[in-house]
Protein backbone atom coordinates (compact mmCIF):
# COMPACT_ATOMS: atom_id res chain seq x y z
CA UNK A 1 0.00 0.00 0.00
CA UNK A 2 1.25 3.17 -1.02
CA UNK A 3 1.98 5.75 2.06
CA UNK A 4 0.26 8.87 2.48
CA UNK A 5 1.52 11.97 1.67
CA UNK A 6 2.04 13.48 5.13
CA UNK A 7 1.05 17.45 6.12
CA UNK A 8 4.68 18.27 6.77
CA UNK A 9 5.58 16.50 3.49
CA UNK A 10 2.90 18.16 1.75
CA UNK A 11 3.97 21.94 2.90
CA UNK A 12 7.75 21.21 1.97
CA UNK A 13 6.75 19.53 -1.61
CA UNK A 14 4.46 22.72 -2.27
CA UNK A 15 6.95 25.24 -0.65
CA UNK A 16 9.98 23.49 -2.93
CA UNK A 17 7.91 22.94 -6.01
CA UNK A 18 6.37 26.83 -5.99
CA UNK A 19 10.44 28.15 -5.41
CA UNK A 20 11.78 26.35 -7.66
CA UNK A 21 9.42 25.96 -10.70
CA UNK A 22 6.71 28.35 -9.88
CA UNK A 23 4.15 25.54 -9.52
CA UNK A 24 1.23 25.73 -7.48
CA UNK A 25 -0.19 22.84 -5.56
CA UNK A 26 -2.93 24.29 -2.87
CA UNK A 27 -4.49 22.10 -0.32
CA UNK A 28 -7.28 21.30 -3.00
CA UNK A 29 -4.43 19.56 -5.09
CA UNK A 30 -2.97 17.41 -2.27
CA UNK A 31 -4.11 13.95 -3.20
CA UNK A 32 -3.63 14.93 -6.76
CA UNK A 33 0.35 15.89 -5.80
CA UNK A 34 0.50 12.21 -3.88
CA UNK A 35 -0.73 10.13 -7.19
CA UNK A 36 1.41 12.03 -9.78
CA UNK A 37 4.92 11.93 -7.11
CA UNK A 38 4.20 8.30 -6.14
CA UNK A 39 5.35 6.56 -9.34
CA UNK A 40 9.29 8.19 -8.69
CA UNK A 41 8.59 7.17 -5.61
CA UNK A 42 7.56 3.72 -6.12
CA UNK A 43 10.83 3.79 -9.08
CA UNK A 44 13.27 4.50 -6.78
CA UNK A 45 11.91 2.05 -3.92
CA UNK A 46 11.80 4.99 -1.24
CA UNK A 47 9.84 4.86 1.78
CA UNK A 48 8.16 7.96 2.54
CA UNK A 49 7.85 11.22 0.14
CA UNK A 50 10.25 12.71 2.48
CA UNK A 51 13.07 10.44 1.35
CA UNK A 52 11.96 11.47 -2.11
CA UNK A 53 11.93 15.24 -2.16
CA UNK A 54 15.59 14.66 0.08
CA UNK A 55 16.45 12.72 -3.39
CA UNK A 56 15.06 15.21 -5.82
CA UNK A 57 17.17 18.12 -4.07
CA UNK A 58 20.73 16.88 -3.19
CA UNK A 59 21.40 13.33 -4.87
CA UNK A 60 24.37 13.56 -7.56
CA UNK A 61 21.69 12.49 -10.27
CA UNK A 62 19.25 15.04 -9.12
CA UNK A 63 19.05 17.19 -12.33
CA UNK A 64 17.58 13.98 -14.05
CA UNK A 65 15.47 12.67 -11.63
CA UNK A 66 14.25 15.97 -11.23
CA UNK A 67 13.16 15.55 -15.53
CA UNK A 68 11.10 12.54 -15.22
CA UNK A 69 9.35 13.90 -11.39
CA UNK A 70 7.74 17.13 -14.01
CA UNK A 71 7.03 14.99 -16.53
CA UNK A 72 4.36 13.45 -14.14
CA UNK A 73 3.49 17.27 -12.91
CA UNK A 74 3.00 19.21 -15.54
CA UNK A 75 -0.10 18.91 -17.82
CA UNK A 76 1.12 18.55 -21.56
CA UNK A 77 -2.54 18.62 -22.99
CA UNK A 78 -2.86 20.78 -26.09
CA UNK A 79 -4.23 21.27 -30.00
CA UNK A 80 -3.20 22.35 -33.07
CA UNK A 81 -5.33 25.80 -33.38
CA UNK A 82 -6.28 25.78 -30.40
CA UNK A 83 -8.09 29.90 -29.12
CA UNK A 84 -8.82 30.62 -32.87
CA UNK A 85 -9.50 34.37 -32.13
CA UNK A 86 -5.97 34.74 -31.09
CA UNK A 87 -4.70 33.02 -34.19
CA UNK A 88 -6.75 35.36 -36.02
CA UNK A 89 -5.25 38.72 -34.25
CA UNK A 90 -1.76 37.04 -35.48
CA UNK A 91 -2.18 36.28 -38.62
CA UNK A 92 -4.29 39.24 -39.96
CA UNK A 93 -2.59 42.29 -37.78
CA UNK A 94 0.49 41.06 -35.61
CA UNK A 95 2.58 39.21 -38.10
CA UNK A 96 1.68 41.59 -40.64
CA UNK A 97 2.99 44.34 -38.19
CA UNK A 98 6.33 42.62 -37.01
CA UNK A 99 7.44 41.63 -40.67
CA UNK A 100 6.86 45.21 -41.90
CA UNK A 101 9.41 46.37 -38.54
CA UNK A 102 11.28 43.57 -39.44
CA UNK A 103 12.12 44.50 -43.38
CA UNK A 104 12.50 48.30 -41.92
CA UNK A 105 15.12 47.36 -39.66
CA UNK A 106 17.22 45.07 -41.99
CA UNK A 107 16.02 41.85 -40.42
CA UNK A 108 15.17 38.78 -43.24
CA UNK A 109 13.04 36.85 -40.05
CA UNK A 110 10.72 36.70 -37.09
CA UNK A 111 10.97 35.27 -33.95
CA UNK A 112 8.04 33.48 -32.87
CA UNK A 113 8.27 31.58 -29.09
CA UNK A 114 6.06 28.99 -27.91
CA UNK A 115 6.74 29.09 -24.17
CA UNK A 116 5.20 26.04 -22.47
CA UNK A 117 5.26 24.54 -26.17
CA UNK A 118 4.16 20.97 -24.58
CA UNK A 119 4.13 18.31 -27.50
CA UNK A 120 4.86 20.93 -30.23
CA UNK A 121 1.23 21.40 -31.57
CA UNK A 122 0.83 25.60 -30.51
CA UNK A 123 4.43 25.90 -31.97
CA UNK A 124 4.11 24.18 -35.04
CA UNK A 125 0.32 26.51 -35.29
CA UNK A 126 2.95 29.47 -35.00
CA UNK A 127 5.08 28.21 -37.97
CA UNK A 128 2.28 26.95 -40.52
CA UNK A 129 0.09 30.48 -39.79
CA UNK A 130 3.47 32.31 -40.46
CA UNK A 131 4.29 30.29 -43.30
CA UNK A 132 1.24 31.03 -45.15
CA UNK A 133 1.68 34.74 -43.91
CA UNK A 134 5.12 35.76 -45.19
CA UNK A 135 4.93 33.34 -47.96
CA UNK A 136 6.34 35.40 -50.85
CA UNK A 137 7.38 38.09 -49.11
CA UNK A 138 11.08 37.69 -48.61
CA UNK A 139 10.77 37.16 -44.78
CA UNK A 140 10.95 33.75 -43.11
CA UNK A 141 9.92 32.47 -39.23
CA UNK A 142 12.29 31.31 -36.58
CA UNK A 143 9.88 29.36 -34.25
CA UNK A 144 11.34 27.92 -30.82
CA UNK A 145 9.16 25.90 -28.36
CA UNK A 146 10.70 25.33 -24.94
CA UNK A 147 8.76 23.11 -22.00
CA UNK A 148 9.56 21.99 -18.96
CA UNK A 149 9.32 18.62 -19.63
CA UNK A 150 11.68 16.62 -21.74
CA UNK A 151 9.60 14.23 -22.69
CA UNK A 152 6.76 16.40 -24.25
CA UNK A 153 10.01 17.56 -25.75
CA UNK A 154 10.97 14.54 -27.64
CA UNK A 155 6.72 14.11 -28.55
CA UNK A 156 7.46 17.47 -30.45
CA UNK A 157 10.64 16.75 -32.26
CA UNK A 158 9.10 13.56 -33.85
CA UNK A 159 5.78 15.63 -35.26
CA UNK A 160 3.66 12.48 -34.76
CA UNK A 161 -0.18 13.01 -33.64
CA UNK A 162 -3.31 11.44 -33.34
CA UNK A 163 -6.58 12.75 -33.97
CA UNK A 164 -7.13 14.15 -30.92
CA UNK A 165 -4.59 16.71 -31.46
CA UNK A 166 -6.71 18.25 -34.91
CA UNK A 167 -10.36 18.32 -33.00
CA UNK A 168 -11.74 21.79 -34.15
CA UNK A 169 -8.75 21.99 -37.45
CA UNK A 170 -10.35 21.56 -40.78
CA UNK A 171 -9.71 18.88 -43.11
CA UNK A 172 -8.12 20.49 -45.70
CA UNK A 173 -5.84 22.24 -43.15
CA UNK A 174 -4.56 18.42 -41.88
CA UNK A 175 -4.14 17.14 -45.67
CA UNK A 176 -1.79 20.07 -46.60
CA UNK A 177 0.60 19.88 -44.00
CA UNK A 178 0.48 16.45 -42.59
CA UNK A 179 0.03 12.77 -44.01
CA UNK A 180 -0.46 9.58 -42.51
CA UNK A 181 1.95 7.42 -40.67
CA UNK A 182 0.89 3.78 -39.45
CA UNK A 183 -2.42 5.31 -37.88
CA UNK A 184 -0.96 8.84 -36.77
CA UNK A 185 -0.08 11.62 -38.63
CA UNK A 186 3.02 13.33 -39.45
CA UNK A 187 3.91 16.75 -39.90
CA UNK A 188 5.14 17.46 -42.99
CA UNK A 189 9.01 17.71 -42.72
CA UNK A 190 9.11 21.71 -44.09
CA UNK A 191 7.27 22.47 -41.06
CA UNK A 192 8.83 20.73 -38.56
CA UNK A 193 12.84 22.38 -39.60
CA UNK A 194 11.42 25.66 -39.31
CA UNK A 195 10.92 25.08 -35.57
CA UNK A 196 13.53 23.64 -32.76
CA UNK A 197 12.88 23.01 -29.27
CA UNK A 198 14.46 23.49 -26.16
CA UNK A 199 14.28 23.06 -22.16
CA UNK A 200 13.56 25.87 -19.82
CA UNK A 201 12.05 26.80 -16.53
CA UNK A 202 10.10 29.97 -17.09
CA UNK A 203 10.46 31.04 -13.64
CA UNK A 204 14.71 31.18 -13.67
CA UNK A 205 15.69 34.38 -14.88
CA UNK A 206 18.73 32.45 -17.10
CA UNK A 207 15.69 29.92 -18.93
CA UNK A 208 16.20 32.17 -22.26
CA UNK A 209 19.57 31.29 -22.41
CA UNK A 210 21.00 32.36 -26.20
CA UNK A 211 17.57 33.17 -27.57
CA UNK A 212 17.29 36.01 -30.02
CA UNK A 213 14.92 38.78 -28.90
CA UNK A 214 11.74 37.66 -29.79
CA UNK A 215 9.10 39.56 -31.99
CA UNK A 216 5.83 37.48 -30.52
CA UNK A 217 5.39 34.91 -27.86
CA UNK A 218 2.90 32.79 -26.91
CA UNK A 219 2.51 31.66 -23.65
CA UNK A 220 -0.85 30.29 -22.76
CA UNK A 221 -2.18 28.21 -20.34
CA UNK A 222 0.96 28.10 -18.32
CA UNK A 223 0.64 30.79 -15.93
CA UNK A 224 -2.49 29.16 -13.99
CA UNK A 225 -0.33 26.57 -12.69
CA UNK A 226 1.39 29.11 -11.12
CA UNK A 227 1.36 31.06 -7.92
CA UNK A 228 1.25 34.77 -7.61
CA UNK A 229 5.10 35.05 -7.24
CA UNK A 230 5.86 32.40 -10.26
CA UNK A 231 4.09 34.52 -12.35
CA UNK A 232 5.56 37.56 -11.49
CA UNK A 233 8.84 36.20 -11.92
CA UNK A 234 8.11 33.93 -15.52
CA UNK A 235 6.19 37.31 -16.78
CA UNK A 236 9.56 39.63 -16.12
CA UNK A 237 11.66 36.64 -17.93
CA UNK A 238 9.50 37.06 -20.78
CA UNK A 239 9.44 41.01 -20.56
CA UNK A 240 13.22 41.01 -21.19
CA UNK A 241 12.77 37.91 -24.04
CA UNK A 242 10.54 39.84 -25.54
CA UNK A 243 11.58 42.39 -28.27
CA UNK A 244 10.59 46.20 -27.95
CA UNK A 245 7.85 47.02 -29.94
CA UNK A 246 6.80 43.20 -29.66
CA UNK A 247 3.98 41.29 -28.77
CA UNK A 248 2.72 38.34 -25.73
CA UNK A 249 -0.28 36.29 -25.98
CA UNK A 250 -1.58 34.74 -22.69
CA UNK A 251 -4.39 32.30 -22.23
CA UNK A 252 -8.28 33.32 -21.87
CA UNK A 253 -8.00 32.26 -18.21
CA UNK A 254 -4.92 34.20 -17.51
CA UNK A 255 -3.85 38.11 -16.75
CA UNK A 256 -1.04 40.29 -15.84
CA UNK A 257 -3.77 42.89 -14.57
CA UNK A 258 -2.85 41.81 -10.79
CA UNK A 259 0.47 42.12 -10.47
CA UNK A 260 3.21 44.96 -11.48
CA UNK A 261 4.37 44.66 -15.09
CA UNK A 262 5.81 46.74 -17.96
CA UNK A 263 3.86 45.10 -20.36
CA UNK A 264 0.89 47.20 -22.18
CA UNK A 265 -2.54 45.31 -22.67
CA UNK A 266 -4.11 45.64 -26.04
CA UNK A 267 -7.32 44.85 -26.83
CA UNK A 268 -9.35 43.28 -30.17
CA UNK A 269 -12.78 41.61 -29.99
CA UNK A 270 -12.24 37.96 -28.61
CA UNK A 271 -8.91 38.82 -28.06
CA UNK A 272 -6.75 40.61 -25.11
CA UNK A 273 -3.02 40.24 -25.98
CA UNK A 274 0.46 42.74 -24.38
CA UNK A 275 2.47 44.65 -25.93
CA UNK A 276 6.28 45.50 -24.94
CA UNK A 277 6.34 49.29 -25.54
CA UNK A 278 9.32 50.64 -27.98
CA UNK A 279 12.07 51.95 -26.20
Known amino acids: MPPSLTDDEFRLFSEWLADTYGLRF ?15 RAALNLPTFERLLFHLRFHPDRDQERLLVLSHLTNNES ?8 LDVMREEVLPAIARQARQAGRRSVQILSAGSAGGE ?15 KGMEAAVTGVDLDTRALERAREGLYRDHAFRGVEPAVRE ?14 SIREAARF ?26 IYFDKAGVRRAADNLY ?7 FLFLGHAETLSRIPTRFVPVRRPGAVFYQRPKE
Open 26 to 40: GPEKREILRARLDPR
Open 79 to 86: YFFRERKQ
Open 122 to 136: EAYTLAIIAREVLRG
Open 176 to 189: RYFRTDAGAWRLDS
Open 198 to 223: QHGNLVDPQWSGSLPPQDVVFCRNVM
Open 240 to 246: EVVRPGG
